[in-house]
């Protein structure tokens, strides 16, 4: 098999490995549902950070016409303490899906250089460093989320409960996102595609149509 290519297009516009067809096996229907669900459940999380960074946006246009106006606008602190815990908010929530997407920045010579058994043992050594990482801020932003309960913002007056909350769930999201990973190690189906092969099987697959 010729290493230099490794995905194929699907029926369904989604490249998988050409040596690891989606849903060959138990893992990998498995694999295939749970994108389905990632699918819906990042949609969900990307309409909800676009929503809190256009509070964060509105919160700043605000902040500013306070500073030019003082005169005529009410005090605007607790606008800036809006706009961090708002735009902060948005950017845990979106960070997952840019994981999942393999949009995030990334160093490929290695894997440039492996062959396809390659990749699957780096991917699974990868998955394993990651998931360690994420298992830790989880584990411990649990406990900074109880332990700053009673604690409160000094303008807003929210409780520290929720920003550590967003923490926990940003990480666990990202957790689970590598133990997918490494479960398509284990299946056959690493390294997975990047947004970008997705596109472009996509638009290859409508020109195939017509």
Same mark, same amino acid.
């Given at each position: ?9 699907? @029926? ?6 050409? +040596? ?8 990998? @229907?498995?694999?295939? +549902? ?51 815990? @708002? ?16 949009? +995030? ?34 584990? +411990? ?8 309960? @009673? ?60």
């Amino acid at each position: 098999m010729d290493d230099t290519k490794i995905f194929e297009p699907t @029926s369904r516009g989604v490249r998988v490995p050409e +040596h690891a067809p989606p849903g060959a096996s138990w893992l990998g @229907s498995l694999i295939d +549902h749970y994108a389905v669900l990632a699918t819906y459940l990042h949609r969900f999380l990307t309409v909800v950070a676009v929503g809190l960074f256009v509070v964060g946006v509105c919160a700043t246009c605000f902040a500013v016409l306070a500073r030019q106006f003082p005169a005529y606008m009410p005090s605007a602190s607790w606008a800036i303490e809006l706009t961090n815990l @708002s735009i902060i908010a948005a950017v845990l929530l979106i960070v997952p899906r840019g994981l999942r997407e393999n949009t +995030h920045m990334a160093v490929t010579f290695l894997p440039s250089k492996l062959g396809p058994r390659g990749l699957q043992i780096l991917t699974a050594v990868n998955s394993l460093l990651i998931g360690a990482f994420f298992l830790v801020v989880v584990w +411990h932003g649990m406990d900074a989320m109880n332990l700053n309960r @009673s604690q409160r913002t000094p303008v807003l007056g929210i409780s520290q409960f929720w920003p550590y909350l967003l923490v926990v769930v940003s990480a666990a999201l990202m957790l689970l996102e590598t133990v997918v990973r490494l479960l398509e190690a284990f299946a056959g189906r690493a390294p997975r595609p990047t947004y970008e092969d997705a596109v472009n099987a996509d638009v290859d697959a409508k020109e195939d149509a017509r």
